[in-house]
DNA sequence: CTGAAAGCGCTTACAG
DNA sequence: CTGAAAGCGCTTACAG
């Protein structure tokens, strides 16, 4: 009745009740409601109840950090992306934590903004928060990662970008590999004066890969570069420079579809015809690229599937302690009608 | 020496030192390496440079479990949303993170499909690793969310949605308010007989609030509705059946800039001519819906800033233990040519 | 300026 | 089937 009265106190406090008050409650050993809690066997059925009913009285849950302590286990992985405000990246995630959450794993996301400093800060935070596993973009670091991942153990894989020259596994494409597609659709067309339009490659080797790709390809009579932002409104601007080069390019190759998508509103405003006058193609087969007039030759990256094969991976590793396999996955060429 | 090899001897066996390891290889107690691990005052210089040369040579990182039982904090917050993979919903994570992340706060990412009894599912085992408050979208809650949360006794904050109905705080749009606004605009421009088309209403109360709020104008003539996936392929057949029907309408309002998109293209196609045969009325001010042909008018919801709102209130409340205020936030027309 | 001791809230051998 | 005790790796009064 004293123990009883305990617990009701406690609750009026608003402290939030302990396992032990459960146990004081129950009339029982903490081991025992342990036991309960945690669905081991040899416990009758007659102590269960008075250790259920304890735990409702009480409005008991127990404490995610005690128990985190005991079992050395967060279940928590953290996600270290340059930006979540880009349709490629929020699709990948979204397919990794519906994949996460189905291997009982969560996903601490984080944003660099491209930036390795940012990187290594983010990386201590998620460490300091308990992950027990990081998932980086691409191959470039910042120094200071290694050291703290070194220095904390911890299983990385590198997504979007698949390279066997890193410490770490990786889990992506490559880039250059795919860009050589797409290329060898527009020779296939005709096309030999070529515009490229392609994103910041500050820190970023994703898009320097796909460029190497398109630089080792000597089939081209001309091919001109043209950084921007990735936004539809950089698209447009590099399509009214691209119009007005003298010697006018067969086609735009654009390293994402948002650019594409920003060309083509350009070219409609100018009523330039697509493909007849320039044929368009882009990277990343968004949603809205199967929609567009004419609809967008693109090519198609699974980020989804790859989301879905990091989240196997970090699963195999981390609950049942096998090596991370490194995998290349493949992109796809789509053929509309903009080529 | 001894000390010092024991340190060394975990290094080889690949265990993690802990605090006891460093205090020993140091020579000082638990508690002054704990001072110098804190940057508490009291430690002389002397002895702060063996520790830190003892935890260097052992490769030490603190525990954070072991820290979050002893400080009661993990410095997590849980955000429920219904899908990743939404520019509205990644524009305002992104903003969200960001702002968490500059107050010292981890952000978890669960997704719900819009579907009550995932969202609990995904709640508890959010608060299993130690979320110290919850964020939710919309008002729609599983019962059992309500005494999950009375149970574990943490913040909840709703976003997108502003009610003052709820036991939890919201900062979000008054959605029905604001698609009058558009109503309003659409009126003037003259138009009498319009159709809607909005995404599913399923455990959706953000539509349901924005079609209520059409549905108590009284003013047009016709309005018919037209339920969507939220896609640009679901916008194309929705324009597709819309011009198809009897007295077709002289303007359509989507609830969703995405369906908007869908709508133009597909208008497009059939040469129907925006805004003189039909006008476009989208709502959410996506990147993209400046640079269509012609530029879509539309509504814009400020997701960053409730994001960064949203933010600032749980570093109040989880912080500096300072109550959430609720906030309503406004919707802004945007004129284009589009209407 | 420094340390011994207790404690955070659980889990896990071990013994019966 | 049940429990006493030790321990996970830190932090925090308290004492000196």
Redesign the interface.
Known sequence: MLDNLMGIEKQNK?I?ATLRDVARVAGVSSTTVSRVLNDKPNVSDAIKDKVQSAIENL???P???????NT?R???VGALVP?????IF??F??AL??RL?FH?L??????TDEDPKTEVQ?AI??????AEALIVSGEIRHPDFDQLI????IPVIITSYFTSNSPYPSIGYNNAQISKIALNHLFDRGHNSIAVIHGPTKHNDRTRERLKGIQEDKRFSSITYHEADI???SG?AAARLIIRQKGRPSAIFCLSD?LA??VM?EL??KSISIPDEIAIMGFDNL??S????PPLSTIELSVASMGIKVADELNQRLNKNKPIQSQALEGQLIIRHST
Chains 1, 2 share one sequence.
Request: charged share 20%; with cysteine; hydrophobic share 30%.
């Open positions: 608003n939030k409005g008991y849950s404490s995610p950090t005690a128990r985190a302590l050395g967060t279940y928590t930006t979540l405000d880009n349709a929020a699709r995630l979204d934590e519906k959450t009982n969560n996903l601490v996301i984080s944003t983010n935070d998620l460490l300091n928060m308990g070194s220095r904390n153990r936004s539809i409104g447009c948002v998508l920003g509103f409609s405003r949603s809205w199967a929609h567009t007039n």
